[in-house]
């Protein structure tokens, strides 16, 4: 018994030497890390129970079930989920056929490599921006004058409550669909060539090379991008504050939950500002579905490794 004891505590002072340098390199990232988020977080939480900020009066559940009679947030829970299926069918699919596309090509592949990943490198609200212009109401807007140029007429694009949502998507969709598309191409160049020949060689097609193959084999990568998409489409913020100018055009048809929580604390909504309360209120039930996404996420790719592995 004293041997094992002896053992351990050797095993024991090996693995703490080890670790030791490790632990120590980590203390200030993690103290900043709990500072600036988990502390704000907990308060953010704590403040969705009382009245205001200066915590003096405890009101329970009363902020979470005004928000749920709100019918402004109503619409952007409503936007939000519109945010997330407009982003798989364009955002999603979007880079997967630029991946394929690139992976397909013989010649000035870095070119192309390149041109995909300038976007990502402007500034999110710079890119914003510009698309604020693109679709601008007024004749002399670049996408009137596309329009124009083909005897169109022009048309009020951002002011159109039925479209704004889309043209928003893709805005986001140009901005990360080329790095995504990098992250498709380095997992096809994964995929064994062998099967690309032999499938070349029986004939297939580009499209059916790419239903046959590699959709299967990367199952489990789609799945992973689709999930982390769905995540940050639930956190869309200064997209629609920028081009759907705060929420806007009309009934709140751009409005998404992160931008309400925005709204509530510093905007004017129902001609009352500084309501940080709901924020914080609306913020933690944001939180929460972003939870249950990822538990339903974690579910679903055990079950895909469970069927893999056998």
Known sequence: MERIKSKRKKNFKSVLKRNLLGWLFMIVPLALFAFFVWVPMGKNIVLSFFSDYTYTEFV??????????????????????????????????VPILLGFLLSETVHAKGVFRVLLYLPGMISGIAVVFLFKNIYGDESYSILNIIVSAFGGTPHTWKSNPDIIIPLIVLAMTWKGAGSTALIYLNSFQNIDNSMYEASRIDGASPWQRFWKITVPVMRATLILLMILQIISVFQVFYEPLVIGNWGGPEGNASMSLMLLSYTFAF????????????????????????????????????AIDKRGRR
């Open 60 to 93: 329970g559940v009363k902020n979470y079930a005004d928000i749920m009679r709100d019918e402004a947030f109503l619409k952007a829970l409503f936007n939000t989920f519109k945010y997330i299926i407009w982003s798989l069918v364009i955002g999603f699919i």
């Open 267 to 302: 905007g004017k909504l129902h001609g009352e500002s500084l309501q940080f309360a709901k924020s914080a209120a609306t913020s933690v039930v944001l939180a929460v579905i972003i939870i249950v996404v990822t538990i339903i996420f974690n579910v679903v790719q055990k």
